[in-house]
């Protein structure tokens, strides 16, 4: 049987609280009836918020309007119904706009007050469905950033789905940026402890004696400076889940704590006597070999084992670039709402740039190159920009086959290895764009004059690509036809 609604009616004329009492109790509602706003104010504070208030405006001392005010400096959430003898427009969109869900002007129908409660209900049914659909956006956000356009990342979705239902711990490898917070996010999105905290914690962020006050909280009096107790993160992750990120930057002695924490399931706070009970799904994640470190003994094996029931390895940026147009349009998209900007249109040379380079920071470092391309609308400087990553790259990278110079010494060796990352990045210049030098010098962010002078220097007249010249001829410029005749 569905519990009664409560009515709380305020009005200082007892035949209407009366009335209205009797009214409703034969409906079925459990009624409290008060003659003033600053009585009705004190039953809200004190008591379970009713269901519906139905107040008078014109009362004595404190009047409806005020009483409206306060009531919803309390909770805007309440079902407030307003009465009056005068329905001024005025005091009607007062009300309104202060939080008022209907005005109904005396005498009234019943069938009125009937159809303002309905109108009351099916307002309060849509704010609920509303955070509903909130809460399943957050989670369809997560998605997106996470997407799944390649065969890695498929198999890791088709993996997440299986493992989190499963209440296990998880350790997640990958190098630094490329997702694997969102991983373990997406991880409890789809868990059975969905509705319960995820409390993230970044290992490396803290000195040892700090992050194990951070994890495990602390008593008065406990180390200096410790006026109060704290509850630590395992606390505030009860029946949640928490994600240690970093893990491996963890001292051992730590290590071992957070062991006992696993297999226990209990702990001590710092200068605690008593032991706290904890029920928390463990995901931990590193972007270290942890393997390696094990053998170093940076990182114990027991806990190692203890944590890697399960195991996801994500893989970096450049090894799934069919994702990069798709993320780039994501965070495009984010930020331009984020920034209030109308989303720009990325030009195919900045997308195909994008593809070329292999983005060392994976996801973190193409989300941060998308933010200052939304700020300051440079389709040119953005280009300018990923071409020069692209050329410093090439230069630091070893190389298999490097350039022998003649001549000796450091600066013909620098010399050397600065002509043949120029001479490559025009080359592919020129092939993405079919040899036609306006769009290759533009792609590069150099003048035409430029490019001319610069395949002159390195001997790039001619495609290398099996095209035949006429060809070539005929998808240049007429300008640079013209400059090559002249």
């Known amino acids: 049987m569905a519990p009664k609604e409560k009515i709380l009616v305020v009005d200082d004329e007892p035949s209407i609280r009366k009335y209205l009492q009797t009214l409703l109790e034969v409906d079925g509602f459990d009624v409290e009836a008060v003659s003033s706003g600053r009585e009705a104010i004190e039953k809200v504070n004190k008591s379970e918020r009713p269901d519906f208030i139905i107040l008078d405006v014109l009362m004595p001392q404190m009047n409806g309007i005020e009483t ?12 407030v119904i307003m009465l ?7 005091t009607v969109v007062e009300a309104i706009r202060i939080g008022a869900h209907d005005y109904l002007t005396k005498p009234f129908e019943k069938t009125e007050l009937d159809a303002a409660m309905l109108k009351s209900r099916q307002k309060k049914q849509l704010a609920t469905e509303n955070q509903v659909l909130r809460d ?39 190098e630094s940026g490329v997702g694997k917070e969102v991983v373990s996010r997406m991880i409890h999105l789809r868990s059975k402890r ?11 962020a803290l000195p040892g004696e700090l992050l194990e006050s951070e994890l495990f909280g602390f008593e008065q009096g406990a180390f200096t400076g410790a006026v109060r107790s704290k509850p630590g993160k395992f606390e505030m ?63 114990r094996e027991d806990l190692y084992y203890r944590l890697n029931v399960l195991s996801i390895n994500v893989p970096p940026l450049r090894e799934r670039t069919t994702e990069i147009p798709l993320l780039f349009h994501h965070f495009l998209q984010k930020y331009s709402e984020k920034f209030g900007k109308a989303a720009p249109a990325p030009s195919k040379y900045l997308l195909d740039a994008a593809l070329n380079y292999p983005w060392p920071g994976n996801l973190r470092e193409l989300e ?80 035409y004059k430029a490019l001319l002078y610069k395949m002159r220097q390195f001997n790039l007249d001619t495609p290398r690509t099996r095209r035949s010249s006429s060809t070539a001829a005929i998808e240049e410029p007429a300008s640079a036809v013209g400059t090559r005749h002249s």
Not at 195 to 201: E, G
Not at 250 to 258: D, I, V, Y
Not at 399 to 423: F, I, N, S, T, Y
Request: hydrophobic share 40%; with cysteine; aromatic share 4%.
């Open 68 to 79: 409206l005010k306060e009531l919803m400096q309390i909770d805007r959430s309440l079902n």
């Open 84 to 90: 009056s003898c005068s329905n001024e427009v005025g």
């Open 136 to 174: 399943y956006c957050d989670q369809v956000t997560e998605d997106l950033s996470f997407l799944a356009a390649s065969p890695q990342m498929v198999r890791i979705r088709q993996q997440i789905l299986q493992i989190a239902p499963v209440d296990v711990p998880v350790f997640i490898c990958g």
């Open 194 to 204: 969905r509705n319960q905290p995820f409390v993230k914690v970044n290992c490396a």
């Open 237 to 299: 992750a009860n029946k949640g889940t928490i994600f240690l990120d970093e893990i491996a930057e963890m001292s051992t002695h730590l290590q071992a704590k957070l062991l006992h924490v696993l297999q226990d399931h209990q702990y001590s706070r710092l200068g605690g006597r008593h032991l706290v009970e904890t029920d928390v799904r463990v995901l931990a994640a590193t972007n270290i070999d942890v393997h390696e470190a094990m053998k170093t003994g940076r990182f």
């Open 368 to 447: 941060n190159f998308v933010k200052r391309y939304v700020i300051l609308e440079d389709d040119e400087g953005s280009l300018r920009e990923l071409v020069e990553m692209t050329s410093t790259r090439q230069r630091t990278s070893p190389r298999e086959e490097p350039v022998a110079p003649k001549e000796q010494g450091l600066k013909a060796l620098v010399r050397g290895l600065k002509d043949e990352a120029e001479m490559e990045a025009i080359a592919d210049a020129l092939e993405k764009t079919r040899w036609c030098r306006k769009d290759a010098a533009k792609m590069l962010g150099i003048s």
